[in-house]
């Protein structure tokens, strides 16, 4: 069964900074891999997804993930975070062929102006 | 586009009672998805439905009962809810071709008295 680890549950920064948020996961086959972001008191919305190519995707608003087959890793990156990009971010796997989509425990970014 | 509409927004019940959750999406997408989500916690799949008439339990699927009435609803029953429980309930949906994005709704909160 696939699982998926967001190590840092809280992440500061400044408005204009660079930011990565960690995903790394365990499965042992082929792999879908997808970030979602929430702002508070809504539902998950899609930001990005791999499955198979360029390990780099790019996403919506800027951000984009590199997916690591040796690091077991598909981190997310911005390189210039603006304020509204403070919300909770999830990270999702799926094994290829089942329909079973686990998600992290999510990460929380805090942009400060 | 389309939508996911989870009713009730908010539910209150008391200790024991058994409460019924309903999603509809208007997609047309076969598979759908209930997720329990805690304060400040990542979200937990209690229940998916590949297709209409299909079942799958999740992770946290003790101490609840699911329903696919027709492709477009799907409905969650908490079978006997605990006092002090709180959670918000996510349904979601996608159609899986390789790796489809799911799309949520707003979300259910449960308050147990």
């Known amino acids: 069964t696939q699982t998926v680890s967001q190590s840092d549950a809280h992440v500061t920064v400044f408005e204009g900074d660079s930011v990565e948020l960690r995903c790394n996961y365990s499965?042992?086959?082929?792999?879908?891999l997808s970030w979602y972001i929430q702002h508070h008191g809504h539902g998950l919305q899609f930001l990005l997804k791999?499955?198979?190519?360029?390990?780099v995707v790019q996403g919506v608003n800027g951000f984009e993930a590199e997916f690591s087959k040796s690091d077991s890793s598909f981190h997310l990156r911005k390189a210039s975070v603006h304020w509204s990009d403070s919300a909770v971010y999830f990270c999702?796997?799926?094994?290829?062929?089942?329909?079973?989509?686990?998600f992290g425990s999510g990460t929380r970014l805090l942009v400060s102006p | 586009g389309g939508i996911i509409t989870q009713t009730p927004k908010f539910l209150i019940g008391q200790e024991g009672q058994k409460l019924t959750l309903k999603c509809q999406q208007n997609?047309?997408?076969?598979?759908m998805y209930w997720y329990r989500q805690d304060s400040g916690k990542g979200l937990r799949l209690i229940y998916y439905?590949?297709?209409?008439?299909d079942l799958q339990k999740g992770d946290l699927s003790e101490g609840y009962d699911a329903s696919r009435e027709k492709k477009s609803s799907f409905s969650l029953t908490v079978t006997s809810a605990q006092k002090n429980e709180m959670a918000v309930f996510l349904c979601?949906?996608?159609?899986w071709g390789l790796g489809n994005t799911l799309y949520f709704g707003a979300g259910t909160r449960l308050s147990v008295l």
């Open positions: 979601a949906s996608t159609d």
């Open positions: 997609f047309n997408h076969d598979t």
């Open positions: 439905s590949i297709t209409e008439n």
């Open positions: 499965y042992g086959g082929s792999i879908y």
């Open positions: 791999y499955y198979s190519g360029n390990p």
């Open positions: 999702a796997v799926a094994g290829a062929g089942g329909y079973k989509v686990v």
